[in-house]
């Protein structure tokens, strides 16, 4: 694994002066080691996204204005909730013989894999995975082979294995898949009762017809005692 050379300056206030180094450009944050004191820290903004924006883990050569230099990893970095930009960062500290917990990235290699060649959908569900070991152990990152990876088909935790660290995930838990498309099946048009589709009856349109009626007949009665009358 390679080295990230960063160099930062010593500072000594806390609190309210952390808004002061953001103003200047540069991200506050505290390097700690066991048996070591806290140390205070602030580096420019661009020489701290190498390490946050990239898909390889970093030993970080931390070169100090004293000129002193430590040997960490960045352990966690904090952002602004509405900016997204980094406000803070942690660094640990690196001792030779002793193991260290990182999470390392986990990158997908060989291509499209036959299942995804088959018409499936890759699900890549573990990004970054945990590990223990030794500082000269720490892998830049971790890669898993999807080449003859089939229709639902996984890869598991269990199926990884990392020269001389120990994976700390449940070995079940699938780190990529294949599975098949998601069909939308298309809902079929409602069907309409023929009774539905006849003609609504108006409401009393039958009745006036029976009004005309009787009015007709009306009409004719004195006509026929007229004639009556003709004959006598």
Same mark, same amino acid.
């Given at each position: 694994?390679?080295?990230?050379?960063?160099?930062?300056?010593?500072?000594?206030?806390?609190?309210?002066?952390?808004?002061?180094?953001?103003?200047? $450009?540069?991200? =506050?944050?505290?390097?700690?080691?066991? !048996?070591?004191?806290?140390? #205070? *820290?602030?580096?420019? +903004?661009? @020489?701290?996204?190498?390490?946050?924006?990239?898909?390889?883990?970093?030993?970080?050569?931390?070169?100090?204005?004293?000129?002193?230099?430590?040997?960490?990893?960045?352990?966690?970095?904090?952002?602004?909730?509405?900016?997204?930009?980094?406000?803070?960062?942690?660094?640990?500290?690196?001792?030779?013989?002793?193991?260290?917990?990182?999470?390392?990235?986990?990158?997908?290699? $060989?291509?499209? =894999?036959?299942?995804?060649?088959?018409? !499936?959908?890759?699900?890549? #569900? *573990?990004?970054?995975? +945990?590990? @223990?070991?030794?500082?000269?152990?720490?892998?830049?990152?971790?890669?898993?082979?999807?080449?003859?990876?089939?229709?639902n088909?996984?890869?598991?935790?269990?199926?990884?294995?990392?020269?001389?660290?120990?994976?700390?995930?449940?070995?079940?838990?699938?780190v990529?898949?294949?599975?098949?498309?998601?069909?939308?099946?298309?809902?079929?048009?409602?069907?309409?009762?023929?009774?539905?589709?006849?003609?609504?009856e108006?409401?009393?349109?039958?009745?006036?017809?029976?009004?005309?009626?009787?009015?007709?007949?009306a009409?004719?009665?004195?006509?026929?005692?007229?004639?009556?009358?003709?004959?006598?």
């Amino acid at each position: 694994m390679s080295e990230f050379v960063l160099n930062a300056e010593v500072r000594s206030a806390t609190g309210k002066h952390a808004k002061y180094v953001r103003k200047d $450009g540069k991200v =506050p944050g505290v390097f700690y080691a066991h !048996g070591e004191g806290n140390v #205070l *820290i602030a580096v420019p +903004k661009l @020489s701290l996204d190498p390490l946050i924006y990239t898909s390889e883990t970093h030993i970080i050569d931390l070169k100090l204005g004293d000129g002193n230099s430590k040997k960490c990893i960045l352990r966690d970095v904090q952002f602004d909730p509405v900016s997204d930009k980094p406000i803070h960062f942690d660094l640990q500290g690196l001792r030779e013989n002793e193991k260290v917990t990182i999470e390392v990235p986990v990158v997908l290699t $060989g291509g499209t =894999p036959i299942g995804a060649r088959e018409g !499936g959908m890759v699900q890549h #569900l *573990i990004h970054r995975l +945990k590990i @223990s070991c030794l500082p000269k152990d720490i892998p830049a990152k971790i890669e898993v082979d999807v080449a003859n990876l089939g229709m639902n088909k996984s890869v598991h935790v269990s199926d990884l294995a990392v020269a001389n660290a120990t994976i700390l995930e449940n070995p079940e838990s699938p780190v990529v898949s294949v599975i098949p498309p998601t069909v939308v099946k298309e809902t079929e048009p409602a069907v309409v009762a023929e009774e539905a589709l006849a003609e609504p009856e108006v409401v009393g349109k039958g009745k006036k017809a029976e009004e005309g009626e009787e009015e007709g007949e009306a009409e004719t009665k004195p006509a026929a005692k007229e004639e009556k009358k003709e004959k006598k």
